[in-house]
């Protein structure tokens, strides 16, 4: 109950803190961008400095600088956002992107912070507008300029290196958005693409009655209602005269081919891919009627001012492509107004989603001092879903990574599957010792190697620290979904704890866990040493250290990210699995002296030291079954498991103490075996007494 008690404290502890803001100032920006460039005021409703450039005797607006964690605060692998410095020019590329700073495990005392700043620093020169992929780089120069461009990732740190693109992208679109004309919307790679295949020559009626051009009408008492009372409706908006039409409009996607090619010669057609980037959007507006949604202020190439566009609640910039290639129209539309607009790609505009236009009417009333009232007027539109593409499987978000480790995902999918059988049906596996023993050391081998070596999905206190540090800041806890593997564990060690207690992942799904018994294992089978049973009093007690160390990661976590990242380093996880030994000596000596120390102290970190083994005790409270079974002889008189049990959790009176069970079965096979089990002896030899001396008899007589 203490140990519940003290969790809660620190969570609430954690909740109550800060998010994290940037570091940055304007003297400091000054010596990052030294002449010719000029750093200005602080923006004062969005936190980014104004970069100017010396052009002949007067600055020019070069783009803005900012740093990530105050646009986009994303958790990073250890809960703590990281920190970029990003300069944007004016267009949307990137001038420069560094690292001011991060809490990243795998990058802190691990691979180094070398291969994180060399990422980061391969973001220079791509632009916004391009579709920034993490892969290879063979064919980066190929595709120059295009809106696909690729990255080098770095090995052992996938999550860190995707939550790092994700906050730069974040950022960034943030004040593309706000400073530079890119309309508010979703990451440019998450979206559905329209369709360049499936041309057929349609008509004018045909591209109707396929929903590719779709037709709006507004009559006057419509727009007379929506004016009611606001004392400048007209008179004529009632009786017959309601039903006129006051403006038609016709909504189309241009650079659909289907529309496109049917609606322009090919000579506008590919006029009109050639004004476009790849990725934008060219929209066709036609109006007829009394009211259309050309002003009588209207510029060619700038943003209409009657006619708006919005996807969900974020509004999209239309701006005119001014195009003066003919439309093949119907005759009576030839006179009407029609305009081609186009909605850049960066601005996250989805085809496969619902457009929402709306046609603003503006009225005036009073003489000196006039009022004006407007009406927005919904023009829906959705371009039919056989015309568009849904997103590509290797698209930025976190889904693309479960995607990408799909195959990695089925086999755990199968190990657990098959781990959750044997626990809940364990009669045929203890059968033999031999059985057992092959069962296990297989599966701890595949726990090492390809859950914990080649996966990486070793379960850690880091896990936990992230989260509260994420809490703590009030930010979402969807990074973690950046490590799939992580998640489906916790999943499963989630729904075991419930059932069977911590054991299930302690004993069987870590992998430093799985790395101490195999090591052990080998050298009992060497015969190197003789392993130490503490006393059972001496046991309790040093049992009761691995509830310290959690209750220091946690409060630390709660209160100093930087002291977190040292104090999470009693666990040897990330040495000895994340990065296979592979690390400043320090941390290798820890590491590989706790394997040694496992030869003669059987699993002494795991049972003394670990503090997500602790955790998991503590949560292990809610498990339902007590599913290893007991006979009323288990302590009284017979101790055989509990001096078998290598983890000295069962009491003398035969109790089992679940929350340092570590699952292993070997108290199960003893307790099935006539062989090995006294209490099932000691009956075998009763039922023979009786016999014998019937034979006795019948021999005598």
Same mark, same amino acid.
């Given at each position: 109950?203490?140990?519940?008690?003290?969790?809660?404290?620190?969570?609430?502890?954690?909740?109550?803190?800060?998010?994290?803001? *940037?570091?940055?100032?304007?003297?400091?920006?000054?010596?990052?961008?030294?002449?010719?460039?000029?750093?200005?005021?602080?923006?004062?409703?969005?936190?980014?400095?104004?970069?100017?450039?010396?052009?002949?005797?007067?600055?020019?607006?070069?783009?803005? $600088?900012?740093?990530?964690?105050?646009?986009?605060?994303?958790?990073?692998?250890?809960?703590?956002?990281?920190?970029?410095?990003?300069?944007?020019?004016?267009?949307?590329?990137?001038?420069?992107?560094?690292?001011?700073?991060?809490?990243?495990?795998?990058?802190?005392?691990?691979?180094?912070?070398?291969?994180?700043?060399?990422?980061?620093?391969?973001?220079?020169?791509?632009?916004?507008?391009?579709?920034?992929?993490?892969?290879?780089?063979?064919?980066?120069?190929?595709?120059?300029?295009?809106?696909?461009?690729?990255?080098?990732?770095?090995?052992?740190?996938?999550?860190?290196?995707?939550?790092?693109?994700?906050?730069?992208?974040?950022?960034?679109?943030?004040?593309?958005?706000? &400073?530079?004309? %890119?309309?508010?919307?979703?990451?440019?790679?998450?979206?559905?693409?329209?369709?360049?295949?499936?041309?057929?020559?349609?008509?004018?009626?045909?591209?109707?009655?396929?929903?590719?051009?779709?037709?709006?009408?507004?009559?006057?008492?419509?727009?007379?209602?929506? %004016?009611?009372?606001?004392?400048?409706?007209? /008179?004529? *908006?009632?009786? /017959?005269?309601?039903?006129?039409?006051?403006?038609?409009?016709?909504?189309?996607?241009?650079?659909?081919?289907?529309?496109?090619?049917?609606?322009?010669?090919?000579?506008?057609?590919?006029?009109?891919?050639? &004004?476009?980037?790849?990725?934008?959007?060219?929209?066709? /507006?036609?109006?007829?009627?009394?009211?259309?949604?050309?002003?009588?202020?209207?510029?060619?190439?700038?943003? !209409?001012?009657?006619?708006?566009?919005?996807?969900?609640?974020?509004?999209?910039?239309?701006?005119?492509?001014?195009?003066?290639?003919?439309?093949?129209?119907?005759?009576?539309?030839?006179?009407?107004?029609?305009?081609?607009?186009?909605?850049?790609?960066?601005?996250?505009?989805?085809?496969?989603? !619902?457009?929402?236009? /709306?046609?603003? @009417?503006?009225?005036?009333?009073?003489?000196?001092?006039?009022?004006?009232?407007?009406?927005? %007027?919904?023009?829906?539109?959705?371009?039919?879903?056989?015309?568009?593409?849904?997103?590509?499987?290797?698209?930025?978000?976190?889904?693309?990574?479960?995607?990408? &480790?799909?195959?990695?995902?089925? +086999?755990?999918? *199968?190990?657990?599957?098959?781990?959750?059988? $044997?626990?809940?049906? !364990?009669?045929?596996?203890?059968?033999?010792?031999?059985?057992?023993?092959?069962?296990?050391?297989?599966?701890?081998?595949?726990?090492?190697?390809?859950?914990?070596?080649?996966?990486?999905?070793?379960?850690?206190?880091?896990?936990?620290?992230?989260?509260?540090?994420?809490?703590?800041?009030?930010?979402?806890?969807?990074?973690?979904?950046?490590?799939?593997?992580?998640?489906?564990?916790?999943?499963?060690?989630?729904?075991?704890?419930?059932?069977?207690?911590?054991?299930?992942?302690?004993?069987?799904?870590?992998?430093?866990?799985?790395?101490?018994?195999?090591?052990?294992?080998?050298?009992?089978?060497?015969?190197?040493?003789?392993?130490?049973?503490?006393?059972?009093?001496?046991?309790?007690?040093?049992?009761?250290?691995?509830?310290?160390?959690?209750?220091?990661?946690?409060?630390?976590?709660?209160?100093?990210?930087?002291?977190?990242?040292?104090?999470?380093? @009693?666990?040897?996880?990330?040495?000895?699995?994340?990065?296979?030994?592979?690390?400043?000596?320090?941390?290798?000596?820890?590491?590989?002296?706790? +394997?040694?120390?496992?030869?003669?102290?059987?699993?002494? %970190?795991?049972? #003394?030291?670990?503090?997500?083994?602790?955790?998991?005790?503590?949560?292990?409270?809610?498990?339902?079954?007590?599913?290893? !079974?007991?006979?009323?002889?288990?302590?009284?008189?017979?101790?055989?498991?509990?001096?078998?049990?290598?983890?000295?959790?069962?009491?003398?009176?035969?109790?089992?103490? #679940?929350?340092?069970?570590?699952?292993?079965?070997?108290?199960?096979?003893?307790?099935?075996?006539?062989?090995?089990?006294?209490?099932?002896?000691?009956? *075998?030899?009763?039922?023979?007494?009786?016999?014998?001396?019937?034979?006795?008899?019948?021999?005598?007589?």
């Amino acid at each position: 109950m203490t140990g519940r008690r003290l969790l809660a404290a620190v969570l609430l502890t954690g909740m109550a803190l800060a998010a994290q803001a *940037g570091v940055m100032t304007r003297a400091a920006l000054q010596r990052h961008f030294p002449p010719p460039w000029t750093v200005g005021e602080k923006d004062a409703q969005l936190p980014v400095w104004p970069i100017f450039k010396q052009d002949m005797t007067s600055p020019v607006l070069a783009g803005y $600088v900012f740093e990530s964690t105050d646009l986009a605060p994303i958790p990073g692998f250890s809960g703590t956002p990281i920190n970029l410095l990003v300069a944007l020019d004016a267009k949307g590329a990137f001038l420069d992107v560094r690292v001011l700073s991060h809490h990243e495990p795998v990058f802190l005392e691990g691979l180094g912070e070398g291969p994180l700043l060399r990422f980061a620093e391969q973001y220079k020169g791509l632009s916004l507008r391009q579709n920034i992929k993490i892969g290879s780089n063979a064919n980066r120069g190929e595709q120059h300029g295009s809106a696909n461009v690729y990255i080098d990732g770095v090995a052992k740190a996938t999550a860190s290196v995707r939550i790092l693109h994700q906050s730069l992208l974040a950022s960034a679109l943030r004040v593309a958005r706000a &400073r530079l004309g %890119f309309a508010a919307g979703s990451d440019p790679a998450l979206l559905a693409r329209v369709r360049r295949d499936g041309f057929r020559p349609m008509d004018w009626d045909a591209l109707l009655q396929a929903g590719l051009v779709q037709r709006v009408r507004l009559s006057r008492g419509q727009v007379e209602r929506a %004016f009611a009372g606001t004392g400048v409706e007209e /008179a004529e *908006g009632t009786g /017959a005269a309601s039903g006129e039409t006051f403006s038609e409009l016709y909504l189309a996607y241009l650079n659909v081919p289907a529309v496109g090619r049917n609606l322009l010669s090919e000579a506008g057609w590919q006029h009109l891919l050639g &004004r476009i980037d790849e990725g934008d959007h060219a929209l066709l /507006a036609i109006a007829t009627g009394r009211y259309t949604f050309v002003g009588d202020r209207f510029v060619r190439g700038a943003v !209409p001012d009657r006619l708006t566009l919005r996807q969900g609640e974020l509004p999209l910039e239309l701006r005119d492509l001014d195009l003066d290639d003919p439309l093949r129209l119907p005759a009576a539309l030839r006179r009407a107004d029609a305009k081609v607009f186009r909605v850049i790609g960066p601005a996250g505009l989805d085809p496969a989603r !619902p457009l929402d236009f /709306a046609l603003r @009417v503006t009225r005036e009333k009073g003489m000196l001092y006039g009022e004006r009232v407007s009406r927005d %007027f919904a023009l829906p539109y959705r371009l039919p879903v056989d015309q568009v593409i849904a997103p590509q499987d290797e698209a930025k978000g976190w889904q693309a990574v479960w995607h990408a &480790r799909a195959w990695e995902l089925a +086999v755990l999918a *199968g190990a657990l599957a098959l781990l959750a059988v $044997v626990l809940a049906r !364990p009669r045929w596996i203890v059968a033999t010792p031999a059985r057992l023993a092959r069962f296990r050391t297989g599966y701890l081998v595949f726990t090492l190697v390809f859950i914990g070596w080649f996966a990486q999905g070793q379960l850690s206190i880091v896990h936990v620290t992230a989260a509260i540090q994420a809490l703590a800041a009030g930010r979402s806890l969807g990074f973690l979904l950046y490590d799939p593997m992580s998640v489906a564990l916790w999943a499963f060690a989630a729904l075991t704890l419930v059932v069977w207690g911590r054991g299930t992942f302690c004993g069987w799904l870590c992998p430093f866990g799985a790395l101490q018994e195999l090591a052990a294992q080998l050298a009992r089978r060497a015969g190197l040493g003789k392993r130490l049973r503490p006393h059972r009093d001496l046991d309790a007690r040093l049992k009761r250290l691995k509830y310290a160390v959690l209750a220091v990661v946690l409060m630390l976590a709660a209160v100093s990210p930087a002291w977190t990242d040292r104090a999470v380093e @009693v666990e040897p996880f990330k040495t000895a699995i994340t990065l296979n030994f592979v690390h400043a000596w320090p941390f290798v000596a820890w590491a590989g002296g706790l +394997v040694l120390l496992n030869l003669v102290l059987y699993k002494g %970190f795991c049972r #003394y030291l670990c503090p997500l083994g602790a955790g998991l005790k503590l949560l292990g409270h809610a498990r339902l079954l007590k599913w290893i !079974p007991r006979r009323a002889e288990c302590g009284t008189p017979c101790q055989t498991c509990r001096h078998r049990c290598e983890y000295q959790a069962i009491k003398p009176d035969g109790a089992i103490v #679940y929350g340092e069970c570590f699952q292993c079965l070997d108290c199960v096979a003893i307790h099935d075996s006539p062989q090995r089990c006294a209490p099932l002896i000691a009956r *075998g030899r009763q039922r023979v007494i009786p016999v014998h001396a019937a034979a006795a008899v019948r021999s005598a007589a």
